[in-house]
């Protein structure tokens, strides 16, 4: 029986695997889709039993809809949002929030002031791992945490699918800044970014890799490394389809009483064939009997049961802000070569404001 009824804004490769969640979630039915490219917007529609909506406008008041997931470019994430909120309903956007801190701040606003549900899909908190990651951490088996060193390098194929579109920060160290903020739960107190640039600068100006110290005010750091490094030979896609290829993801979180780490280079499984080694993706969102599984399914779900019962959800709209800010920090950073100072003033890991500090 159906008593959600969800649209889909956006149809690329996210919307896309947000369309089958959606469609294959007990309890609700995708009701229509809208994308500016009919011909995605026609296959995700086709794949799902949904309608094709016209319109942003259509789809938001054409559908009797309760929720709407939102899987645009970040860059426009800000009108659909608003258009929700203005209508009442629930919504899930894809991370990062917004390309500026800004417009991710209007949208905060807005779903507040509606008293709509507005969740971010920052995926790793629906990881297991990382969720027991955390778990392990506020329960204190590792005692106070000292040092983080997180890495995030994907295939520079993904840099080049953004041509020149997509920054190394917003796309992967967002992911970890995300994550650091659900471990520390406060802001770091200074930000120190630096660059390296390679093919991806030279052929669309933005850095090939980024790395950023996050020092906090108890003494203890944290180093997110973030790149477009991996050659197409890292796991390149062939048959099986569903063997999508990951990257070179880790992390370490040292504390004064021990350790807790996560390697999710190969994913526990691991393929060799004639052309190389082959290490899918298994934990996000794996093919699991013909349906989509894994972290993004536990999502979807959680943002369906946030629908139902009015609960505030794991990764809010201000938890995701906090994000877009100190990606904006590093930004800043990079821009000046300075350390920034970054003022708490907000509880629960909302960075707050930036100012540049000379070094």
């Not at 949002?81 to 800004?102: M, Q």
């Not at 950023?212 to 390149?236: I, K, M, N, Q, R």
């Not at 779900?301 to 994000?323: K, M, N, Q, W, Y």
Request: net charge negative; glycine share 10%.
């Amino acid at each position: 029986m159906t008593d959600l009824r969800i649209g889909l804004v956006g149809c690329g490769f996210m919307g896309s695997l947000h369309a089958a969640t959606v469609a294959q979630s007990p309890g609700a039915e995708l009701a229509a889709v809208f994308d500016t490219n009919l011909q995605s917007a026609q296959r995700a529609a086709e794949a799902s039993g949904a309608a094709v909506a016209e319109s942003l406008e259509d789809l938001i008041g054409g559908y009797q809809l309760d929720g709407v997931v939102i899987a645009t470019p970040d860059a426009l994430h800000l009108e659909p949002v608003l258009e929700a909120a203005r209508a009442g309903l629930g919504i899930l956007v894809e991370k990062p929030l917004a390309s500026g801190v800004g417009e991710a701040r209007k949208m905060v606003a807005a779903c507040e002031e509606a008293g709509v549900v507005l969740m971010v899909g920052h995926i790793l908190r629906f990881e297991t791992a990382y969720a027991n990651l955390r778990l392990a951490a506020k329960e204190g088996v590792i005692g106070r945490i000292v040092n983080v060193f997180a890495r995030r390098h994907a295939m520079r194929s993904e840099a080049e699918r953004f041509e020149g579109a997509g920054h190394v920060v917003d796309y992967l160290a967002v992911h970890d800044f995300d994550i650091l903020a659900w471990l520390h739960g406060r802001s770091p107190a200074l930000v120190f970014a630096s660059a390296a640039r390679g093919p991806i600068t030279e052929r669309w100006g933005t850095p090939d890799v980024v790395v950023a110290t996050l020092e906090y005010d108890d003494g203890s750091f944290a180093v997110v490394e973030s790149g477009w490094t991996l050659p197409e030979a890292w796991s390149p896609q062939r048959k099986p389809r569903e063997w999508s290829p990951f990257g070179d993801v880790r992390i370490d979180v040292f504390g004064e009483e021990g350790m807790l780490s996560i390697d999710l280079r190969s994913m526990n499984l691991v393929g060799v064939d004639a052309k190389g080694w082959r290490m899918p993706e298994t934990r996000h969102w794996p093919q699991l009997h013909g349906r989509v599984s894994g972290a993004l399914r536990e999502e979807v779900s959680h943002f369906l049961d946030c629908l139902r019962s009015g609960r505030e959800p794991v990764s809010t709209g201000r938890t995701a802000l906090a994000a877009v800010e100190l990606c904006a920090a590093v930004h800043s950073s990079l821009r000046n070569g300075a350390r920034v100072q970054v003022s708490d003033t907000h509880a629960g890991g909302n960075f707050g404001e930036y100012q540049e500090e000379a070094r």
